[in-house]
């Protein structure tokens, strides 16, 4: 790294912060902003449509899009439009990074001959958790990522691959009434804070001392500009601290549940991805006093299952479906949905059988109304035959003398990796993985009153966004967080709004209530793994 940092550091020259002469630069913005599905490359001081005339001098641009975790680079095909170059980012493209290589040529500035480079890049998704690098140094040699730390904005910039330590900074957008200027400091990073959501203009400078020819010109050193063209979105809480212990092994697709103050835990995978099997599925019961953390308690389990729903009603706890491995780990898979309900008591510390479910029904969710559970979502898995994706809806009324599952109102769709939770008397069924068309980001509500769906808001971010959420309404507001870390709520007109990042994205996690605040329990990030830290959502800051 030392090597490396003195390198870099003979590399990069201290410059005057002013602009260049020109002072303008190419860069990319994918439009609409909620669903893009086009790219527009500007010309100019910002990323901002300029002097048209000066697109043809980016005409040679070669634009790319990397549509998804670690996928290969497609060219876009660049055409000329009234004030910027522009391309479709193609049919059924939802989500990416859009990312731009230049060789603009040798140029001459007091009496110095420098060949100047351009690079740039934009997120289709406003939310953080889409804003990765993308790591490919044939096309972003030097790369600007950002990253959100509690209020700040840290962008992270990278020279072939590693921290640019010294490269000029220069950020400008909504709220500021002067661009923000200043170096990375020696691990490649730049802090600042953004005042207002918006698109933030956004580039770095770095000065390569080496000399050459292109085209029969000479040159002394090679001048590196970047640009990132960001959507932001001003988080409005952030997570708080907390002394709670973390999980004593990751967990995925595991039932939670809060009684009191107590937080519970069944079940779940605990295997490598993708891969189910008996040794890699829990049947552990935990449980941990949020108001007086020690150490996670282990109580009666039960059979081992995966993909369940557990809810709290009454101060007991209720365990739902789930599917169970019969295959031993390395064997193909038998898995089987299965039907049993049961209801944990704490006091008697004891598991009571339930009226069962009519059919098996795994990767559903459930939530209580009054005194009332629903279970929506999910499919019957039974061992080598094909699935059946539940299209039907079902409560129990824990306050009847007979409990037992009745049908309600068709949802008219079947989805599975669904959250599910109670706001305002209605339930929200949100997100999930749908049959035929992929994952979906849409929201259905049923209003027991009518007995009676209607369609709902759609979550923010791309479709992955709505595979494997979790759900929760605590004082004012509902919450749901979503596999790019994104804590979104439903805002007073209805639309699910962007109010905070997670530490730790996850998705097939759980986030429960406790008093005013939210808990964040388990799951998986597509990179990091299996989460064992809990976060803390508070409700206000």
């Given at each position: ?319 739902i479906g789930g599917f169970t491995a019969l295959n031993n780990e390395g064997e193909d898979d038998k898995l089987v949905s299965q039907d049993s309900v049961a209801r944990f008591d704490p ?195």
């Open positions: 790294m030392t090597t490396f940092r003195n390198l870099l550091a003979a590399l990069i020259v201290a410059a005057a912060t002013s602009s260049p002469a020109f002072a303008h630069f190419p860069w990319i913005v994918l439009t609409p902003e909620e669903r893009p599905t086009q790219a527009a490359v500007y010309f100019g001081e910002s990323a901002a449509p300029d002097d048209p005339e000066l697109l043809d001098k980016i005409a040679h641009s070669q634009v790319h899009l990397l549509t998804g975790f670690r996928s290969e680079p497609r060219k876009l095909e660049l055409t000329k439009s009234e004030d910027a170059l522009v391309a479709s980012l193609g049919e059924g493209v939802n989500g990416g990074t859009a990312v731009l290589n230049l060789e603009y040529g040798v140029l001459s500035r007091g009496g110095a001959a420098f060949l100047l480079m351009y690079y740039g890049k934009a997120y289709a998704s406003a939310l953080p958790g889409s804003w990765r690098a993308v790591d490919k140094t044939d096309l972003l040699p030097l790369e600007v990522t950002p990253r959100i730390d509690g209020s700040q904005v840290v962008l992270h910039v990278t020279w072939q691959g590693k921290p640019a330590a010294g490269a000029e900074m220069n950020v400008g957008g909504p709220g500021l009434d002067d661009n923000l200027t200043g170096t990375t400091d020696d691990a490649g990073d730049y802090h600042c804070e953004l005042p207002a959501s918006g698109l933030f203009s956004i580039r770095a400078r770095l000065v390569e001392k080496a000399g050459g020819e292109r085209e029969g010109q000479k040159f002394d050193e090679t001048r590196h500009y970047s640009t990132l063209s960001l959507n932001y979105l001003k988080p409005s809480i952030t997570t708080a601290e907390h002394s709670w212990p973390a999980l004593p092994r990751g967990i995925t697709s595991f039932g939670g549940a809060v009684a009191g103050d107590w937080l519970y835990v069944y079940g779940g995978h605990f295997g490598a991805a993708h891969s189910y099997s008996i040794e890699g599925q829990s049947n552990e019961f935990r449980r941990l006093n949020l108001a007086q953390p020690t150490e996670w308690e282990v109580l009666p389990g039960g059979p081992k299952v995966t993909g369940l729903a557990l809810v709290a009603h009454g101060g007991k706890v209720y365990r006091e008697t510390q004891q598991w009571e059988d339930l009226p069962s479910l009519p059919a098996g029904r795994s990767s559903l969710d459930a939530a209580v109304i009054s005194d009332t559970i629903y279970v929506v979502g999910g499919w019957n898995l039974q061992a080598n035959a094909d699935e059946q994706w539940h299209d039907t809806a079902l409560k129990m009324d824990l306050s009847a003398n007979q409990l037992k599952w009745e049908p309600i109102a068709d949802p008219g769709f079947q989805r599975r990796a669904v959250s599910v939770a109670a706001w305002d008397g209605k339930l929200y069924v949100i997100g999930g993985m749908q049959p035929s068309d992929g994952t979906t980001t849409r929201t259905a509500i049923y209003d027991p009153a009518t007995d009676s769906w209607s369609e709902g808001p759609q979550l923010l971010g791309g479709g992955m966004d709505g595979f494997g959420t979790s759900s929760f309404a605590s004082t004012d507001r509902l919450t749901v967080t979503t596999m790019s870390g994104a804590i979104q709520q439903l805002g007073d007109n209805g639309q699910w709004e962007f109010v905070g990042q997670l530490k730790e994205p996850r998705f097939f996690h759980r986030l429960l209530p406790w008093r005013n605040d939210l808990v964040v329990v388990g799951g998986a990030d597509m990179g990091a793994g299996k989460r064992l830290d809990l976060e803390r959502i508070p409700a206000h800051q």
